[in-house]
């Protein structure tokens, strides 16, 4: 769910791929540093391994390309469930959702029972994706296997194609 490119080799053919399945796709916080050159690239937000990473891909990436980038939502819905990189509450800023207080904010703009987003801290992506419920007005946290049988809200971190932070590798 978002961050396409920005890390790894061949943006152009992942986007390829995807242009071709022609299947939804939300904006990362990377591909949105990639295709908006104007975007500074704070040493305080990124480490210089990314700082580079990010440089690479935004010379490597096709205009074509660029601007599928940003044409990309920020939240895409469709069937009773919502997509997003990031936090529903200002999608645009990119914002984990890293705590109970950042779930129940998205969790209030969430429409549908299921929400499933991508950027999220270290500790949980890629080995354990998680869920935030609501339900009779309580918040809790669940990893592993979950049935969607329950009354209430589900957001769903299924991590994002960029794959884990890499300040914790």
Request: some cysteine.
């Amino acid at each position: 769910v978002g961050d396409i490119v920005g890390r790894y080799a061949n943006p152009n053919e992942c986007i390829k791929l995807l242009r071709k399945l022609d299947c939804p796709v939300v904006l990362g916080d990377l591909d949105s540093l990639v295709a908006h050159k104007r975007k500074h690239l704070s040493p305080f937000t990124y480490n210089p391994r990314e700082i580079g990473q990010i440089k690479w891909t935004r010379k490597a990436l096709s205009r074509s390309n660029r601007r599928w980038l940003q044409r990309l939502p920020y939240v895409w819905r469709a069937y009773r469930s919502t997509f997003v990189h990031s936090s529903l509450a200002r999608p645009e800023r990119f914002n984990m959702v890293d705590g109970r207080q950042q779930a129940w904010e998205s969790l209030y703009f969430q429409r549908g029972q299921l929400c499933f987003y991508g950027h999220a801290p270290s500790v949980h992506t890629p080995k354990e994706p998680h869920t935030y419920i609501r339900s009779h007005g309580r918040l809790t946290c669940q990893s592993g296997d979950l049935a969607i049988n329950l009354p209430g809200r589900f957001m769903m971190n299924v991590g994002s194609i960029g794959g884990a932070n890499s300040h914790a590798t």
